[in-house]
């Protein structure tokens, strides 16, 4: 059975850099497509970033040129590099994974930016 675990999320002052990291157990297959969204109180989950097997990445408006994401095939392994982080970013953080064409998700890690 295919499971994510994520990990990275914290509270953080406004400017400042978190880095995530997603990484899937029981699959021996590549992921095709990795993706980060985020889902604020009230707020419906939002794309973040994503990113194909080519390497193509798209990302929100909202945080292009402060958020990278990276893979690690190898390690079918995933991370998000937030930097200049702002009090809008302040959200509950999922990462997905496509396995062989099966979505799945993380458990979610909580990002908190302060002002």
């Known amino acids: 059975q295919v499971q994510l675990v994520e990990s990275g999320g914290g509270l953080v002052q406004a400017g400042g850099s978190l880095r995530l990291f997603c990484a899937a157990s029981?699959?021996?297959?590549?992921?095709?497509?990795m993706a980060w969204y985020r889902q604020a109180p009230g707020n419906q989950r939002e794309l973040v970033a994503a990113?194909?097997?080519?390497?193509?990445?798209t990302y929100a408006d909202s945080v292009k040129g402060r958020f990278t994401i990276s893979r690690d095939n190898a390690k079918n392994a995933m991370y998000l590099q937030m930097n200049s982080l702002k009090p809008e970013d302040t959200a509950v953080y999922y990462c997905?994974?496509?396995?062989?064409?099966?979505?799945?998700w993380g458990q979610g890690t909580h990002v908190t930016v302060s002002s």
């Open positions: 997905q994974q496509v396995i062989n064409g099966r979505s799945y």
């Open positions: 029981g699959s021996i297959f590549s992921a095709n497509y």
């Open positions: 990113m194909s097997s080519s390497r193509a990445t």
